[in-house]
């Protein structure tokens, strides 16, 4: 069984991305459990005296939950043409590890229109060493909609055949390393 930890970039009640996280969660194909890390929100903001003995329980628990990780998810909104802080927070707390070194990653997409936030994500993944599949684009367009319509196009069974495709082909991308 690949252990999969998806990680929304968003903090907001009402998130695209952590919508699409959930429901990616809820669409494993058989062989995958894709988990949610919920507690961005939660993190300390990242300081590097902070490290080691000195790391905070709640980066301790999100280190542990990537380096546990088979392979890891991220879908990001775009703020300002960029990646939200408190996702480069979450990111921030693993670049002295190794949690990050070599793990297989996979962006997915709630917004056709967050090209800047993707390439600043892709660098700082591949500065950090990440293993990023990109092969299989994940984007299911949500932006803008309601929850009750984010819903409903999650459960479409076009979008459901979708995320079980990409988990698949992410899947095959683990096990190849």
């Avoid at 062989?31 to 000195?54: K, Q, T």
């Avoid at 380096?67 to 960029?82: K, L, M, N, Q, R």
Wanted: glycine share 6%.
């Amino acid at each position: 069984m690949l252990n999969i930890l998806a990680i929304s970039g968003s903090l907001r009640a009402a998130s695209t991305n952590s919508a699409l996280v959930a429901a990616l969660a809820r669409n494993a194909p058989t062989g995958c459990r894709v988990s949610v890390y919920d507690r961005l929100g939660r993190l300390p903001i990242f300081n590097p005296d902070d490290e080691a003995e000195r790391t905070p329980r709640e980066a301790a628990d999100l280190i542990d939950a990537v380096t546990g990780a088979d392979g890891i998810i991220v879908s990001c909104p775009e703020y300002a043409h960029g990646v939200p802080g408190g996702l480069k927070n979450a990111l921030d707390w693993l670049v002295s590890r190794d949690a990050a070194v070599a793990k297989p990653a996979m962006p997915v997409h709630a917004s056709p229109r967050s090209l800047f936030a993707r390439a600043a994500l892709a660098e700082i993944m591949r500065t950090m060493s990440f293993a990023l599949y990109e092969d299989a684009v994940l984007e299911i367009a949500l932006l803008g909609k309601k929850p009750q319509e984010v819903a409903a196009i999650l459960a479409e069974p076009a979008n459901v055949l979708a995320m079980r495709d990409a988990l698949a082909a992410f899947a095959e991308f683990i096990a190849s390393r």
